[in-house]
Nanobody, 120 residues
Framework: QVQLVESGGGLVQAGDSLRLSCTAS????????MAWFRQAPGKDREFVAS???????GYADSVKGRFTVVRDNIKNTIYLQMNSLRVEETGVYYCAAGLGGTSVRGYGAWGQGTQVTVSS
């Protein structure tokens, strides 16, 4: 099973940018759909962005035009470039691998998460 490790979280101000990375172990990385979810305190984990094995992307409506997800199958890594961050986007960001889609049920492997805090 693929193992995922996120990095790149931190404390930024509203309007700033941040880039998250997720590196996977395993030789079958290129065959998985990958995604980013986030979870704010007391809330359910919500879909942010996804990228299929052939780099088709999908985004939550709230991040379209500001966030970009890309994958590098040579480095077994996906990235989430987040621009114009908002306070309400504070939370733990999780990387996931699986069949795809916008539901947590579409993904069987998860990273440990990386904290993103956006201050006003």
């Amino acid at each position: 099973q693929v193992q995922l490790v996120e990095s790149g979280g931190g404390l930024v101000q509203a309007g700033d940018s941040l880039r998250l990375s997720c590196t996977a172990s395993g030789r079958t990385f290129s065959s998985y759909s990958m995604a980013w979810f986030r979870q704010a305190p007391g809330k359910d984990r919500e879909f942010v962005a996804s990228i299929s094995w052939n780099s088709n992307t999908g985004y939550a409506d709230s991040v379209k035009g500001r966030f970009t997800v890309v994958r590098d199958n040579i480095k077994n890594t996906i990235y989430l470039q987040m621009n114009s961050l908002r306070v309400e986007e504070t939370g733990v960001y999780y990387c996931a691998a699986g069949l795809g889609g916008t539901s947590v049920r579409g993904y069987g492997a998860w990273g440990q998460g990386t904290q993103v805090t956006v201050s006003s």
